[in-house]
């Protein structure tokens, strides 16, 4: 390994790791449903849900049903990372909010 690869390696393992697999973003009791969207979920499906790459990732208006969301978030996609620091009632009050989007 070169000196450029030795530094590089550990930067592209973590944009790996932020790009899929278990997300550490984790909400505190108090953190609102809006919160909680433009802290965890924004970056990817952008403000208000309008998809950050174009309408790719857009949520908002999804008719996708609330079961489909919360196991979305409980579980992640292929890209998508989980979410295991939201517990069980945030992430019905984070999958509801997105349904008003
Ligand atoms: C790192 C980027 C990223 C983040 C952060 C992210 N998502 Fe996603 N999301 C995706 C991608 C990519 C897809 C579609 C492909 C897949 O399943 O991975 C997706 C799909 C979805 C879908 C399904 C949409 C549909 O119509 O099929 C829902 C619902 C969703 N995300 C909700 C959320 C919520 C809620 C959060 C925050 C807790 C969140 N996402 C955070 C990347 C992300």
């Not at 802290?39 to 208000?48: L, M, R, T």
């Not at 950050?52 to 949520?59: Q, S």
Request: with cysteine.
């Amino acid at each position: 390994m070169n000196t450029t690869t030795k530094l590089l390696a550990p930067l592209a393992a973590a944009a790996l790791l932020t790009g899929c697999g278990a997300s550490e973003y984790s909400p505190s009791i108090t953190t609102t449903p809006a919160e909680m969207f433009a802290d965890g979920c924004q970056s990817c499906h952008g403000e208000k849900g309008t998809g950050k790459f174009g309408l790719l990732l857009r949520i908002a208006g999804s008719d996708e049903p609330i079961e489909e969301i919360l196991e979305k978030i409980e579980k992640g996609g292929t890209v998508m990372p989980s979410f295991p620091g939201i517990n069980t009632a945030q992430r019905l009050a984070l999958a509801t909010y997105i349904k008003t989007l």
